[in-house]
């Protein structure tokens, strides 16, 4: 085809070295921030040598797919035939995975200096965020008890109106019922940590033998 160049251009193996060796270091910043700022309960331990690892290998792929089309039309139908299996199961990996991609871009580009001043923009801003949510004391989790009873409907009423009594916001979502055991699941809105003891300390003494989980969403277990 006259007028395109299917032939690679000579890569300069010092600009890549210097881009991965800035990749290895903006890795380690995403890998600190993903540690003390993200708040999936995945195993951050594990999750957090894939981001690196993504971001240096996408340096690569870009470096040496923009120095040719032929190359370029290679990896379109190389990644065409790819099939990622393994579901993301929390939005927020999936920016941070996203992140990772978007630094890889940067310097295989050869666009040094912007995802350098950037990408610590970006996760101080995140950052801020995370930090601004957390001065609030209101909490949203979920509330899991059980119980053993044959009278489920005349337990229920009443740990409705004891947990209404301590939240702001309670909402039963789930209510399992077999022979002579009974659990029910809600999500309640209180004001602060302090209010989850008083909860529970009221739970067991109102109803002796009960089981009772909480569970924030957004954060570890938090009992």
Known sequence: MEGLN??????SLSTLLVNLGVGVLLSILLRWHF???GATLSNRSEFTHVGPFILMVTILIITVVKSSLALSLGLVGALSIVRFRTPIKEPEELAYLFMAIAIGLGLGANQTMPTVVVSPIILAVMAGF???RGKFKSKNLFLSVD????S??????????????HARISDLRRFDSHE????????????????????ENDLRQTFPGIGVTFIDDSQDPTF
């Open 35 to 37: 540690t003390y700022f």
């Open 147 to 150: 119980w053993k009873t044959r």
């Open 152 to 165: 489920p409907r005349e337990k229920l009423d009443a740990l409705n109106a004891l947990i209404g009594s």
């Open 6 to 11: 299917l032939t690679a251009d000579p890569l």
């Open 180 to 199: 002579n055991k009974t659990e029910a699941t809600y999500f309640i809105d209180v004001e602060d940590a302090g209010c989850l003891f008083d909860l």
């Open 130 to 132: 995370k930090l601004a």
